[in-house]
């Protein structure tokens, strides 16, 4: 298992390195002058020049690009802000947690309450509590996160003034500045996990190993819970990586409404400001975040079931097993 | 006579196909849905009650009434107007975009898996590559390269649909490929480029339709998303999305005009979810539970 | 039937008119039809037909396993032990699934779940039917069970797809025995298995039957399984049973139609026969049973008399019943 862990991760390099090329051609194609936007309008033909030289904009692009590769993985140096001078390793330190936060909370309400609703809606089928599951669904999947966010706010905002509409707190008072946002972020995932939930689970129940489950005597309860529910989570652990991605991009949007100072409200007030080292450094970190939560992923997947556990362990275990069987 | 055979066979496969679709009635709303909503769009320049960029100082913020069925935006528009006429935008750069990623992913998808080897070694590390950055920063990303606008958002979403058709596509074919029916093929002596386009692409195709269909409403959405946060289309074409943006910082005096730019892009995109459940169940049984 | 049993007067296992429907597409699948059966205990009865007669419905019946969507017990009584099964509360008929009623499934590659442990699987059902909340307990008597149908006890810690087919038939079976039930509903449990695994997995259930004296209700189509295992057979046609006696008495003078021609499909080894007789035509649609006797339409000796009215069974001799109008016919003729 840990072998497969250190693969993986060896893996991990050169899609990195990958997105760190893609990200830094894609950026040279940006409109603007990168001098000019740092030092402004008002700069003087002598002073841009200088500040090109200064930044090596005139060296070949190979020479650019192995700087800054070496930069950012040798040095962990994403270079500074054009427009604030902040270094933005540090910045996105400072907000990665939250994106993070959001995220996660995203997830946790996504399988949370979307899991229960298609084991509900599977053990129903084509009863009313069924229909009312997969209705709730398809509208979930319909409304725009975003347009739901605004809708929370102007309701428990607003209106109720439950909840705040913007900002961040600190320590446990913190937590009720994520509830809007991470409930507006969640519904298009919440829907898409019950919906998989329950044509799992359908596939499952009919499955030969619950009629025997069944004829052992074990309550119905179990047959689901124990029997049914854990063979069910295996199609949803394999979108859960997919989910936690489109998380991941619609914590950026969520972000900007909620004014959350996170990895989007920076990169997308990056990309308005034409502040492009931030775009791109943060690129490549939130890239990278992902990459490391899809192996998280794979190996939840592993722990489920052991058919792929199996294939995980190494080659002479995996013999041995063959000999055995 | 094997011609008419085959003819017959085909004939009946599609009618069985739109007989099963007719009686899915879910699937039918949606399609009525989808189908009211493009021709509106159509026509909207000759039916809509005011010029969509008709500014009317005395109706500033006026609630729904008879005159206004969604009543008016800060600058007097009438928004019933604008969002017939944003459908417009809004319909057309999901399809457009869809079309275009399609075409590209279906074209690397069968270039990788007709070739295999080093080359769909290749595609694939270079699909991985794309697919390690969530869909929506990447689209961020590239409308930060490409600039806002009508055109560069249909481009940046069609960019950023081809990875997923391509593996989509990809996948099918090496699942198809296991098939007994391949072996058979293969043992009549059929060529590569027979087999694949006359007996792995039809049987690949159900999947990418309906996965175009639910990428279409996906589109419609990630398009507005992107107008909202102000970088697809901007104000003031009325796209959904950017009218969405534009009226939320009127949210506490006007919400209404939040209510129903937000309610056309669910709408659309329910009656696009309907419409490709229905043809999945219609196309492949096998999936249907 | 022999007087064995004398704590009562009903055979230890009674199936009287037992009617099961599916709903399917709007229509009424007739899966069983009216079928009453009696088995003793150590005693081993065959249920022989085509897939699709019955066979397996009449099975999950008596463990009332049937799957929900769309089957229903019209009509009928199951006694077990005098008890009527059909009448018990769901959490009495629980303790008795596994328990006194096991099943073996057809087919071991999907009967078992495929993320637990095998060892576990059969702990399960020793934790649900005993008394002790000793999980050790459990797992002793598992790998107890795990040696007597031949794995070795530390493969109690294997997944299911670590294991062969055979292999995974004798977990089932473990599973199946490890409460030493009364009745055993083996559900064609050599099908699926390779022909010389399929001896040694019937070997074995012979020979648990015989320690722990356990009724066997054996579902097969396979008249060589029945010759191997049964004491009495039942055949099964369009969800009925069309006749019954003992395995002699079935082998040595089949007298309906359908079981002779069953018979006449199994190549003789002696003769040298150039084609097998298969029996003509298929079995009927079961969402549209023909009147009068199901077989009519397939039978060579039919009559005006076939197809008016439901056939009665006809009493060929001592302990064989046939249900076929021609016996009464012939049995006429003789008087």
């Known amino acids: 298992m840990l072998k497969y862990v250190g693969k993986r991760l060896i893996w991990m390099i050169p899609i990195v390195l990958g997105v760190a090329i893609l990200v830094f051609v894609m950026m040279t194609f940006c409109p603007g002058r990168p001098e000019q936007i740092i030092l402004g309008a008002t700069a003087t033909e002598a002073e841009l020049a200088a500040k090109r030289l200064e930044l090596g904009l005139d060296d070949p692009f190979l020479i650019r690009l192995g700087r800054y590769m070496s930069d950012v993985f040798i040095h962990f140096d994403l270079g500074k802000s054009w427009l604030t001078n902040v270094d933005i390793m540090s910045s996105i330190w400072e907000r990665l947690p939250r994106t993070l936060?959001?995220?996660?909370?995203?997830?946790?309400?996504?399988?949370?309450?979307?899991?229960?609703?298609?084991?509900?809606?599977?053990?129903?089928?084509?009863?009313?509590?069924?229909?009312?599951?997969?209705?709730?669904?398809?509208?979930?999947?319909?409304?725009?996160?975003?347009?739901?966010?605004?809708?929370?706010?102007?309701?428990?905002?607003?209106?109720?003034?439950?909840?705040?509409?913007?900002?961040?707190?600190?320590?446990?008072?913190?937590?009720?500045?994520?509830?809007?946002?991470?409930?507006?972020?969640?519904?298009?995932?919440?829907?898409?996990?019950?919906?998989?939930t329950r044509s799992a689970m359908l596939d499952v129940i009919r499955a030969d190993y619950i009629t025997t489950a069944r004829s052992k005597g074990v309550p119905e309860r179990d047959v689901i819970i124990k029997h049914a529910l854990k063979n069910s989570l295996i199609p949803i652990i394999t979108v859960m990586g997919t989910m936690f991605g489109q998380f991941l991009g619609?914590?950026?949007?969520?972000?900007?409404?909620?004014?959350?100072?996170?990895?989007?409200?920076?990169?997308?007030?990056?990309?308005?400001?034409?502040?492009?080292?931030?775009?791109?450094?943060?690129?490549?970190?939130?890239?990278?975040?992902?990459?490391?939560?899809?192996?998280?992923?794979?190996?939840?997947?592993?722990?489920?079931?052991?058919?792929?556990?199996?294939?995980?362990?190494?080659?002479?275990?995996?013999?041995?097993?063959?000999?055995?069987? | 006579m094997p011609k008419t055979i085959e003819k017959a066979k085909k004939q009946s496969e599609f009618v069985r196909i739109i007989k099963q679709m007719s009686?899915?009635?879910?699937?039918?709303?949606?399609?009525?849905?989808?189908?009211?909503?493009?021709?509106?769009?159509?026509?909207?320049?000759?039916?809509?009650?005011?010029?969509?960029?008709?500014?009317?100082?005395?109706?500033?913020?006026?609630?729904?009434?008879?005159?206004?069925?969604?009543?008016?935006?800060?600058?007097?528009?009438?928004?019933?107007?604008?969002?017939?006429?944003?459908?417009?935008?809004?319909?057309?750069?999901?399809?457009?975009?869809?079309?275009?990623?399609?075409?590209?992913?279906?074209?690397?998808?069968?270039?990788?898996?007709?070739?295999?080897?080093?080359?769909?070694?290749?595609?694939?590390?270079?699909?991985?590559?794309?697919?390690?950055i969530p869909g929506m920063l990447l689209m961020i990303v590239i409308s930060a390269v490409l600039g806002p606008g009508y055109f560069n958002t249909i481009i940046a979403l069609s960019i950023g649909s081809i990875s997923g058709m391509a593996r989509l596509l990809r996948a099918q074919m090496l699942k198809e490929r296991e098939n007994e029916y391949i072996e058979a093929a293969q043992s009549i002596n059929c060529s590569k480029f027979r087999i694949i386009v006359s007996h792995l692409l039809p049987n690949c195709i159900s999947p990418m339709i309906v996965s175009a269909t639910m990428g279409v409403a996906q589109t419609i959405t990630v398009a507005a998303g992107l107008s909202f946060i102000g970088l697809g289309v901007q104000p003031p074409t009325?796209?959904?999305?950017?009218?969405?943006?534009?009226?939320?910082?009127?949210?506490?005096?006007?919400?209404?005009?939040?209510?129903?730019?937000?309610?056309?892009?669910?709408?659309?995109v329910l009656a696009l979810n309907l419409l490709g459940d229905g043809l999945r169940d219609a196309l492949d049984p096998k999936l249907k539970n | 039937m022999s007087k064995k049993d004398i704590n009562t007067n009903m055979p230890f296992l009674s199936i009287k008119d037992l009617r099961v429907e599916y709903k399917s597409d709007g229509q009424i699948v007739h899966a069983v039809n009216d079928v009453s059966l009696q088995l003793e205990r150590g005693k081993t009865l065959g249920l022989v037909g085509e897939t699709g007669a019955g066979k397996t419905t009449i099975a999950k019946s008596i463990l009332r396993i049937l799957p929900d969507v769309g089957s229903r017990i019209v009509n009928g009584e199951i006694h077990l032990d005098g008890e009527n099964l059909l009448k018990l509360p769901e959490t009495e008929m629980r303790k008795i699934r596994g328990n006194k009623v096991s099943m073996i499934f057809q087919d071991p590659m999907t009967a078992l779940n495929p993320v637990l442990r095998v060892g576990d699987q059969i702990a399960e059902v020793v934790r649900l039917h005993s008394d002790s909340n000793n999980?050790?307990?459990?797992?002793?008597?598992?790998?107890?069970?795990?040696?007597?149908?031949?794995?070795?006890?530390?493969?109690?810690?294997?997944?299911?797809?670590?294991?062969?087919?055979?292999?995974?038939?004798?977990?089932?079976?473990?599973?199946?025995?490890?409460?030493?039930?009364?009745?055993?509903l083996a559900d064609e449990p050599t099908t699926a298995l390779d022909v010389t695994i399929q001896a040694q997995v019937l070997d074995l259930i012979a020979e648990l039957r015989n320690k722990y004296n356990t009724a066997m209700l054996l579902i097969t189509h396979d008249m060589g399984v029945v010759a191997q295992v049964c004491d009495n057979v039942a055949v099964i046609y369009a969800g009925n049973i069309i006749e019954y006696g003992s395995k002699e008495q079935i082998f040595r003078h089949p007298s309906h139609p359908y079981t002779i021609g069953l018979f006449g499909a199994i190549p003789d080894m002696n003769e040298d026969e150039e084609w097998l007789h298969p029996?003509?035509?298929?079995?009927?649609?079961?969402?549209?049973?023909?009147?009068?006797?199901?077989?009519?339409?397939?039978?060579?000796?039919?009559?005006?008399?076939?197809?008016?009215?439901?056939?009665?069974m006809y009493k060929t001799e001592d302990g064989h019943d046939c249900r076929c109008c021609r016996i009464a016919a012939v049995k006429k003729g003789e008087d």
């Open chain 2, 238 to 268: 009325p796209e959904w999305g950017a009218m969405l943006s534009a009226a939320r910082q009127f949210i506490r005096q006007a919400p209404h005009l939040v209510y129903f730019p937000g309610l056309a892009i669910a709408v659309t």
């Open chain 1, 250 to 325: 619609g914590a950026m949007i969520i972000e900007t409404i909620f004014s959350i100072p996170g990895m989007g409200t920076y990169i997308i007030g990056a990309v308005n400001s034409r502040d492009y080292p931030i775009v791109q450094g943060g690129s490549i970190f939130l890239a990278i975040t992902f990459s490391f939560c899809m192996l998280i992923v794979d190996l939840l997947y592993a722990m489920v079931d052991p058919r792929i556990k199996a294939q995980y362990a190494s080659q002479k275990k995996r013999r041995k097993v063959k000999v055995n069987a």
């Open chain 3, 279 to 312: 029996i003509e035509g298929l079995p009927p649609d079961p969402t549209d049973l023909p009147q009068g006797c199901s077989f009519a339409p397939r039978c060579k000796f039919v009559t005006d008399a076939c197809c008016k009215e439901s056939i009665s």
């Open chain 3, 135 to 184: 999980s050790a307990e459990h797992e002793k008597r598992a790998k107890e069970m795990l040696e007597i149908v031949g794995i070795p006890a530390e493969r109690y810690y294997a997944y299911p797809h670590q294991f062969s087919g055979g292999m995974k038939q004798r977990v089932v079976i473990a599973i199946a025995l490890a409460c030493n039930p009364d009745l055993l």
């Open chain 1, 101 to 196: 936060m959001l995220t996660v909370a995203t997830l946790l309400i996504s399988v949370g309450v979307g899991v229960p609703l298609g084991v509900i809606a599977a053990i129903k089928q084509n009863k009313w509590q069924d229909s009312l599951c997969m209705v709730l669904a398809l509208v979930g999947v319909a409304v725009p996160n975003f347009w739901l966010a605004l809708l929370l706010v102007l309701q428990f905002s607003v209106k109720l003034e439950w909840l705040p509409a913007l900002g961040i707190g600190t320590g446990l008072a913190g937590i009720k500045y994520y509830i809007l946002p991470a409930i507006s972020g969640s519904t298009g995932g919440l829907a898409n996990c019950a919906r998989q």
């Open chain 2, 23 to 132: 009686k899915n009635k879910m699937a039918m709303l949606g399609l009525a849905i989808l189908s009211a909503e493009i021709i509106l769009a159509i026509l909207s320049p000759y039916i809509i009650p005011y010029d969509y960029s008709h500014m009317d100082m005395v109706n500033t913020f006026a609630k729904p009434s008879f005159q206004h069925p969604f009543g008016c935006d800060d600058m007097g528009r009438d928004i019933f107007s604008r969002i017939l006429y944003g459908a417009r935008y809004s319909i057309s750069i999901g399809i457009i975009a869809v079309g275009i990623g399609t075409f590209f992913g279906c074209t690397i998808g069968a270039t990788a898996g007709y070739f295999g080897g080093q080359v769909d070694n290749v595609i694939m590390r270079f699909l991985d590559v794309i697919q390690a």
